[in-house]
């Protein structure tokens, strides 16, 4: 069956380290994953998108890699803050349609100061 | 980018029960969607709200306990009805769109807790 994997516990980091997040998934061919944000009480916020045929991409202080032969891919976000702290998801889907998204069950991040 | 305003924002209710949620956006989407969010769990998507039509529900929701209105373009509801305490939950409103409409933009959600 299909299944999309997170760090299943909460993640604590430091302020300034790096925050690395990891989503696995499996019997999937996704055309795209994608990268949302939650904090409590909110709905999800878009953060990045990333196509099959990218390896890496970048906004500000985040990263998103991408390995279709590992089936996984990895959230960084670099010089990390407290406000950085909150529930990351991960998102797959097949086709172009955002119809067909499914997401994982989220990465809680706390950034200690 | 999209805003969405999503109420009630919370509410308590009792079990035999219905709750209407509504979603206003800022601008015209073609599409919106519904998901259900369960306590430590990821996302499910329960229907597409399709403008001028009948919702297209995904598997194991069903129109009679999740009806959904679509009357424009920048507003829907969602009914949740004959509530038990297994539909406890948030439930959000998000519209899709972008370029080729692949990133989606949530309301801030409907803490919903049914006694």
């Known amino acids: 069956s299909q299944k999309i994997e997170q760090n299943s516990e909460a993640l604590n980091i430091q302020e300034g380290k790096t925050a690395t997040l990891t989503c696995n998934y499996t019997?999937?061919?996704?055309?795209?994953l994608q990268w949302y944000r939650q904090d409590p009480g909110r709905g999800p916020v878009f953060l990045l998108l990333?196509?099959?045929?990218?390896k890496e991409k970048r906004k500000e202080r985040l990263k998103v890699t991408f390995d279709t032969t590992l089936k996984q891919s990895l959230f960084h976000i670099t010089a990390s803050q407290p406000a950085d702290s909150a529930t990351y998801l991960c998102?797959?889907?097949?086709?172009?349609?955002?119809?067909?998204?499914?997401f994982g069950s989220g990465t809680q991040l706390t950034v200690l100061p | 980018s999209a805003v969405i305003s999503q109420k009630p924002s919370r509410d308590i209710c009792q079990r035999g029960t219905s709750l209407t949620i509504q979603c206003q956006v800022d601008?015209?989407?073609?599409?919106m969607f519904w998901y259900r969010q369960q306590p430590g769990q990821s996302l499910t998507l329960i229907a597409t709200?399709?403008?001028?039509?009948?919702?297209?529900?995904e598997s194991g929701f069903v129109i009679d306990k999740f009806p959904i209105s679509r009357p424009n373009l920048t507003f829907s509801t969602l009914t949740v009805s004959n509530m038990s305490p297994e539909d406890s939950s948030i439930y959000l409103c998000?519209?899709?769109?972008?370029?080729?409409?692949?990133?989606?933009?949530f309301g801030s959600g409907t803490q919903l807790s049914v006694l």
């Open positions: 998000s519209v899709a769109t972008g370029t080729g409409s692949e990133k989606l933009f």
């Open positions: 019997n999937y061919s996704p055309a795209y």
């Open positions: 990333i196509r099959e045929n990218e």
């Open positions: 998102a797959l889907s097949p086709s172009g349609s955002a119809r067909q998204l499914t």
């Open positions: 601008s015209q989407v073609t599409m």
């Open positions: 709200a399709n403008q001028g039509s009948e919702a297209t529900y």
